[in-house]
């Protein structure tokens, strides 16, 4: 079964700390993965995806497919980083799963 | 327009009534999708549409829950009977292909409290 797993509901950090946002995932096949970012009043968008290989706003992802994990780092966190974030997974038959996400907050 | 428009943003309905929710979503993408969320929850996938068809509905949770889009660009949620279990908000996102590798741009979503 496809699943997407984020272990932390909430993540706390001070600003200029380092952040990593922890997923993982189960699925049989190659998967493609997704960081989906949603700032407050604001709609869920894509923050970075695997197959881009880039760094979006200071954040990387790598994917490990032995731990079948795809978390999102940044070395040093900033205030603007608060939002809430979803790791996703998208399969073969073009759907996409979503984790239950986390909220990542910066304090000053 | 610019991105995908949800309408309307907020809909209070009684239990028991019928619902419609809009989704328009950007103008050239062939792929639509509908997921529902609810409190403290990720986006649940409902279904997919690849043009006009139904890809994928493996998501919709009963027959209470039907999708359409007629000519391939708007499409309509529908929920029947509605519970105070469909509570939650509705999001639309469309994609200019479809398919695992392409980027999904998501609507501001549709409240629904059913009350």
């Known amino acids: 079964a496809q699943r997407v797993t984020q272990p932390e509901k909430l993540l706390s950090v001070f600003k200029g700390a380092p952040v990593e946002l922890k997923c993982n995932y189960s699925y049989s096949g190659s998967p493609e993965l997704f960081w989906y970012v949603q700032y407050s009043r604001q709609r869920l968008q894509l923050l970075l995806r695997?197959?881009s290989r880039e760094s979006i706003k200071g954040f990387t992802a790598d994917l490990n497919k032995g731990e079948t994990s795809f978390h999102l780092k940044k070395p040093f966190a900033q205030e603007e980083d608060s939002a809430m974030y979803y790791c996703?997974?998208?399969?073969?038959?073009?759907?996409?799963?979503f984790g239950s996400g986390t909220r990542l907050s910066i304090r000053p | 327009g610019a991105g995908v428009s949800q309408t309307p943003s907020n809909k209070v309905t009684e239990k028991g009534k019928y619902v419609e929710l809009r989704c328009d979503p950007i103008?050239?993408?062939?792929?639509l999708y509908w997921y529902r969320q609810s409190l403290g929850q990720g986006p649940e996938f409902l279904i997919y549409f690849q043009g006009t068809g139904a890809a994928d509905d493996s998501g919709l949770p009963n027959d209470r829950f039907f999708a359409v889009r007629p000519e391939g660009s708007v499409s309509t949620l529908k929920i029947q009977r509605t519970e105070r279990g469909d509570s939650a908000v509705y999001l639309c996102?469309?994609?200019?292909?479809?398919?695992?590798?392409?980027?999904?741009?998501f609507g501001q979503g549709t409240r629904l409290t059913v009350v």
């Open positions: 103008s050239g993408h062939t792929a």
């Open positions: 996703a997974l998208g399969s073969s038959a073009s759907k996409i799963i």
């Open positions: 996102a469309s994609s200019s292909t479809g398919g695992a590798y392409t980027e999904a741009f």
């Open positions: 695997h197959i």
